[in-house]
């Protein structure tokens, strides 16, 4: 079983940037894509971006595209999120999750949070004004 922890959220101005991570232990982490999504008070969990498992190909919302780069080091075990140009709308838990199944391959595409598993705890990213 994969377990994952995310980190790297803090308070930002409205601007700037912040780097989050996602930190996995367990099974074999490059056998499956990865997800992140937020959630802010009040609303439903949201995709914001996707790496399928080697890295080739990455999905974004369209509210963080241009903006946010999703990443990942199969050696070292680990997905990161690089946000620039934050705004306020930005402020939320997010939250980095593995597909729900091994193995898919770089076409697979879902911004459902069904259809991922293991979730992180979270990690709070607030951006004021």
């Known amino acids: 079983q994969v377990q994952l922890v995310e980190s790297g959220g803090g308070l930002v101005q409205a601007g700037g940037s912040l780097r989050l991570s996602c930190a996995a232990s367990?099974?074999?982490?490059?056998?499956?894509?990865v997800g992140w999504f937020r959630q802010a008070p009040g609303k439903e969990r949201e995709f914001v971006a996707r790496i399928s498992r080697n890295g080739g190909s990455t999905y974004y919302a369209d509210s963080v595209k241009g903006r946010f780069t999703i990443s990942r080091d199969n050696a070292k075990n680990t997905v990161s999120l690089q946000m620039n140009s934050l705004k306020l709308e930005d402020t939320a838990v997010y939250y980095c999750?593995?597909?729900?199944?091994?193995?898919?391959?770089?076409?697979?595409?879902?911004?459902?949070?069904?259809?991922?598993?293991?979730w992180g705890q979270g990690t709070q990213v607030t951006v004021s004004s």
């Open positions: 999750a593995r597909d729900r199944n091994p193995f898919r391959s770089d076409s697979y595409y879902s911004t459902s949070h069904f259809d991922y598993a293991s």
């Open positions: 367990g099974q074999p982490f490059s056998i499956y894509g």
